[in-house]
């Protein structure tokens, strides 16, 4: 039903800055949102999730105090913006969503019905 595009990827340098959007064919305000990122030989993680309400957003650890997840509700998209980036931080970036979903402490994938089609991410010196 969802269908959800990434776009803001790119190449950047250590320490630069990045802003992901997700854009959604539906009201994507009914939805919780997760950010995940799969790097080569890695397995899937999450990055960051907000809730549907707009009330709660969690982090993973690795990513806290240098990422933001937010809500641009006009435009009916979900950002991930991404500060002093980091080497590890070179992925593919993923946003996925769950309807009338939350946002736990542990950004899960099983829990998020639609996905977009990914955007790279390389850090590079």
């Known amino acids: 039903q969802l269908q959800l595009v990434e776009s803001g990827g790119g190449l950047v340098q250590p320490g630069g800055s990045l802003r992901l959007s997700c854009a959604a064919s539906g009201f994507l305000l009914d939805y919780g949102v997760g950010w995940f990122r799969q790097a080569p030989g890695k397995e899937r993680e999450g990055v960051a999730c907000i809730s549907s309400s707009g009330g709660s957003t969690n982090y993973a650890d690795s990513v806290k105090g240098r990422f933001t997840i937010s809500r641009d509700n006009a435009k009916n998209t979900v950002q991930l913006q991404m500060n002093h980036l980091l080497p590890e931080d070179a992925a593919v970036y993923y946003c996925?969503?769950?309807?009338?979903?939350?946002?736990?402490?542990?950004?899960?994938?099983?829990?998020?019905?639609?996905w977009g089609q990914g955007t790279q991410v390389t850090v590079y010196s």
């Open positions: 996925a969503a769950e309807y009338l979903g939350g946002c736990q402490r542990r950004i899960a994938m099983q829990h998020f019905e639609y």
